[in-house]
Structures are given as structure tokens and as C-alpha cells.
């Protein structure tokens, strides 16, 4: 089936420790989400990629930077983890401008908790 | 600034109907979306609606009103695994989803 895949699924990290974040899709989808959220919250976006062009949301942290080496992959990297950004991250992959509903596919997340 | 609102909670029981409500004031709009939410797993895809009216899928029904800013979700014959969080979001000019909080839904039997 196609789908979005997240691992793990679950990531314990230190304080200040650099952790990655993956995320890949089967959907050969064009664009592809990285989202926080935190508990009874909105997803927040983080940034998103169409295709390589990347999009930073103006007022995600510069701790947190994003790879997607292919269309398939992509990454959240999170340079020194304070105890704030203990969250679920939610990746999701869209098909682009011009589809119907272009609705979004989420992965299962990765819940992140900073010691 | 944008802003999407939706009830917190709601509390309904087995069987019956409930109405989840949703407003926005958005820069533009190109569509809303409903999804769904169980606890600790991720959203899934309910409904789009972007011309006024009533649209309808098995027990789910979602309406639109773009001059009033409005939109409702309708969830017949309530079964306990729609205990969930509902989330309304709302696509702006640039394509950009602007997210509700959720609304948390428990069913009672």
C-alpha cells in the first residue's frame, strides 16, 4: 500500500543533543510537510518542500533544519533540542498545485521527548 | 492575522448526531478541510468542501458558507470510535493550510 512512513516512532533525547527525524513516502507525492504539535494544538508547519525547493515558515527556529535528498526521503533535524521542543512531529506529502482536493497524507508521527 | 476557531470539546452519546462547528477569517480561501484525529496517531483526510453547500459521505456530512466564514462537520449514528479530535483547516491565497486547534469529540455509550 502507499503510504508515509515515519521512524522511530518514538525518540528520547538529551537536552541540547542533536537528534534526525525521518520521513518517507511512497506516494511519488511532490511536496512533503514537516508539522509540530503539540498536545489539543494545531499542527504547526515547520517547512515544506515541492519537489527541491525548499520553504521555510517565517518563524521556525533556526534549530530546526530539513534535507530531502530525493523525492522519496526527507529529514528534520534538530541541531540542540531544548525541553520546548518535546512534540509530536507529523510529516505529510501532498500531490501539488492543481490536484482536486490536494489533500495532505500524514505519516504515523514521531513523538520526540527532550530529558 | 488568521485565525480559525473551533469548540474545544464536545460530549455526545452513542447513536445520535452531533454538529461540530468551525469559523475563519483567513487571507483568502481555496478550500476547507476536515480531518480526523484519534490520540496520539496522526490526522487523517475526512472531507473538502469549496463551493458553498452540503457535502455528504456515508455518515459524515460537511458544509460550507464562504460569505458567512462557516463551516460545520455532521457526524450520524455516532459509533464509539469516532471518539476523536477534529481538526478544520482552511487553504489561504497561497495555497498555505492555516489549522484549527481540533475539536475533542467523546462519545458516551
Known amino acids: 500500500d502507499a503510504m508515509v512512513i515515519q521512524n522511530p516512532r518514538y525518540q528520547v533525547t538529551q537536552f541540547g543533543k542533536p537528534v534526525t527525524l525521518s520521513c518517507s513516502q511512497t506516494?511519488?507525492?511532490?511536496?512533503m510537510y514537516w508539522y509540530q504539535q503539540k498536545s489539543s494544538q494545531a499542527p504547526k508547519l515547520l517547512f515544506h518542500?515541492?519537489?527541491?525547493?525548499?520553504?521555510n515558515e517565517a518563524d521556525t527556529p533556526d534549530n530546526f533544519q530539513s534535507r530531502r535528498p530525493n523525492t522519496s526521503f526527507c529529514f528534520l533535524d534538530i541541531r540542540s533540542p531544548g525541553l520546548g521542543d518535546a512534540a509530536m512531529y507529523l510529516c505529510?506529502?501532498?500531490?501539488?498545485?492543481?490536484?482536486?482536493?490536494?489533500?495532505?497524507?500524514f505519516g504515523p508521527g514521531t513523538r520526540l521527548t527532550v530529558l | 492575522g488568521q485565525n480559525i476557531d473551533q469548540p474545544t470539546e464536545m460530549t455526545a452519546t452513542e447513536g445520535a448526531i452531533v454538529q461540530i462547528n468551525c469559523t475563519y477569517q483567513?487571507?483568502?480561501?481555496?478550500?476547507l478541510f476536515w480531518y480526523q484525529q484519534h490520540a496520539g496517531e496522526a490526522p487523517t483526510f475526512l472531507s473538502y468542501?469549496?463551493l458553498d453547500g452540503l457535502e455528504e459521505k456515508g455518515r459524515f456530512s460537511s458544509f460550507l458558507s464562504r460569505s458567512k466564514g462557516y463551516s460545520y462537520l455532521l457526524l450520524k449514528e455516532l459509533q464509539m470510535k469516532d471518539s476523536a479530535s477534529y481538526l478544520c483547516?482552511?487553504?489561504?491565497?497561497?495555497?498555505?493550510?492555516?489549522w484549527g486547534a481540533g475539536t475533542k469529540l467523546i462519545i458516551k455509550p
Open positions: 468542501n469549496v
Open positions: 506516494l511519488n507525492h511532490n511536496v
Open positions: 483547516a482552511v487553504r489561504d491565497s497561497n495555497y498555505q493550510l492555516i
Open positions: 505529510a506529502t501532498s500531490r501539488g498545485e492543481g490536484a482536486e482536493y490536494n489533500e495532505q497524507f
Open positions: 483567513t487571507s483568502g480561501f481555496n478550500g
Open positions: 518542500y515541492y519537489d527541491k525547493d525548499f520553504n
